[in-house]
T-cell receptor, first 112, second 112 residues
């Protein structure tokens, strides 16, 4: 079946440094790629998404890049802050109804 | 505020018992989903519904059933709970699948 691989499973960075999380998807027809942030004990929340007709999208300190040829997309967080500590999930759409296949998550730890 | 509400927030039940988890939303979204979250496995889709008469199995539907009582209500039942159904369960809604999901606060279920 279709799957999404997400790496790394845990990422520890110094406050102020950049963090990059990568996902690879298997369905070449996938055309929607959201990223969700889940703080400890909270619900997942959408932070940014990208469609297949766009190679990059930015929103303040976060950005997502998409390489359709290689079937991978990445989340970039610059100037990390303590409130960026959370688990981040990527997902890729499958099928005409835009069902999502989810990555296993990355725990991002920001060291003071 | 328009939101997604799950009840109960926490539940401990015994093996073999029937249990129902409830989800209601005030967002006016047609699409509703039930996911379970396990550490290291991300979010896995149990069932989804695009309207009251449209119910579909997800990747891990065995041992679960659902009921879409109204556009705003989508319930998940475990007919005979077993310990490996211990997990965090999330309900989510979406208007079209590509405008982001709104998740409920989750139900932490423990089967002993």
């Amino acid at each position: 079946g279709e799957n999404v691989e997400q790496h790394p499973s845990t990422l520890s960075v110094q406050e102020g440094d950049s963090a990059v999380i990568k996902c690879t998807y298997s369905d070449s027809a996938s055309n929607y790629f959201p990223w969700y942030k889940q703080e400890l004990g909270k619900r997942p929340q959408l932070i940014i998404d990208i469609r297949s007709n766009v190679g990059e999208k930015k929103d303040q300190r976060i950005a997502v890049t998409l390489n359709k040829t290689a079937k991978h997309f990445s989340l970039h967080i610059t100037e990390t802050q303590p409130e960026d500590s959370a688990v981040y999930f990527c997902a890729a759409s499958v099928g005409s109804n835009y069902q999502l296949i989810w990555g296993a998550g990355t725990k991002l730890i920001i060291k003071p | 505020d328009a939101d997604v509400t799950q009840t109960p927030r926490n539940r401990i039940t015994k093996t073999g018992k029937r249990i129902m988890l409830e989800c209601s939303q005030t967002k006016g979204h047609d699409r509703m989903y039930w996911y379970r979250q396990d550490p290291g496995l991300g979010l896995r889709l149990i069932y989804y519904s695009f309207d009251v008469k449209d119910i579909n199995k997800g990747e891990i539907s065995d041992g679960y059933s659902v009921s879409r009582q109204a556009q705003a209500k989508f319930s998940l039942s475990l007919e005979s709970a077993i310990p490996n159904q211990t997990a965090l369960y999330f309900c989510a809604t979406s208007v079209d699948g590509v405008s982001g999901y709104t998740f409920g606060s989750g139900t932490r279920l423990t089967v002993v």
